[in-house]
């Protein structure tokens, strides 16, 4: 096809085999929307299209992702408002009659249906960081790492030690929306013969959110990198629980240690965990 449809925060290019969806970096564009800059969406990797009516006499055109296609929207996995959702393209009611037109044109052409074997629309690029509640979370594409935060990390992470966890150790990405309570994100550990915590915050596999920490146009995109990453990795490989951290700051050991003696003054910490810890600190100097 070769044209491009425009709308409010984003503009639809048609081509033979894919649709490219440019989004807008104005103001008033979702975040997320500024974060994910452009997508191609191969057609092999939608289901339908529609065209409905919006508010105040606008349409809204929609493309209908295959289940298992896009790693964007199987971490969303649901939880996105409307106003993010990155295959919704709304624009004025004098323009329904040409989407209407692109609507037609796309059906033609989508001929697969059901869920999809892998994925099929690119994952957002890595490395990838974002700060969660309690901790800062990188994924470099080989490795997912949590530091955390002495301020909100639970004595149970403080005592685990900062995570990373090989792409080859993870089963899968929990991603809970910072827009609900309790949102975090989980990383699924294949089968180690233990199960994870019930509560994120108290599992060093997991980060939790909060007002102004882990937003939707980090996170989410973040744990789709990742899911990417641990969908087309291969089998898993023995490897240790933790891979031990960088030579640190000594400002930030002493900061450590120093939160670490108030956890044992309050009786969060045992004497034995407390000097193993504190060993641990110092050995990263």
């Known amino acids: 096809m070769g044209d491009v449809l425009a709308g409010f925060h984003a503009a639809w290019e048609f081509e033979s085999d894919s649709v490219l969806i440019r989004y807008e970096r104005g103001l008033r564009t979702p975040k997320l929307f500024q974060a994910l800059g452009e997508r191609r969406i191969p057609l092999t990797a939608l289901a339908g299209v529609t065209l409905t009516p919006g508010r105040r006499g606008q349409v809204v055109l929609r493309a ?16 996105l408002k409307e106003g993010y959702d990155p295959y919704r393209l709304v624009l004025p009611a004098e323009r329904e009659t040409l989407a209407e037109y692109y609507a037609d044109e796309l059906r033609a052409r989508l001929t697969e249906t059901g869920p999809a074997e892998r994925h099929l629309v690119a994952a957002p690029e890595t490395p990838r960081q974002f700060k969660a509640y309690d901790a800062k979370a990188s994924f470099d594409g080989s490795a997912v790492s949590f530091r955390w935060f002495w301020t909100g990390a639970s004595s149970a992470k403080w005592k685990a030690g900062d995570q990373s966890f090989p792409v080859a150790r993870l089963a899968g990405v929990e991603w809970r929306s910072p827009d609900v309570f309790e949102g975090h994100l989980r990383l699924v550990l294949r089968e180690n013969g233990e199960p994870q915590p019930a509560q994120p915050d108290q599992d060093p596999a997991a980060v939790v959110f909060g007002l102004g920490y882990g937003p939707v146009h980090e996170s989410l995109p973040f744990a789709a990198a990742v899911l990417a990453a641990v969908r087309s990795a291969g089998p898993a490989v023995p490897a240790p629980a933790t891979i031990p951290a960088p030579r640190r700051d000594p400002a930030d050991i002493a900061e450590r240690i120093r939160h670490l003696s108030e956890l044992h003054r309050a009786g969060l910490v045992t004497d034995e965990e407390f000097a193993g810890k504190k060993a641990e600190l110092l050995a990263e100097l």
């Not at 896009?70 to 939880?79: E, F, S, T, V």
Request: aromatic share 0%; no cysteine; net charge negative.
């Open 64 to 79: 209908e992702p295959r289940p298992g296609a896009d790693p964007l929207m199987d971490a969303a996995d649901g939880q």
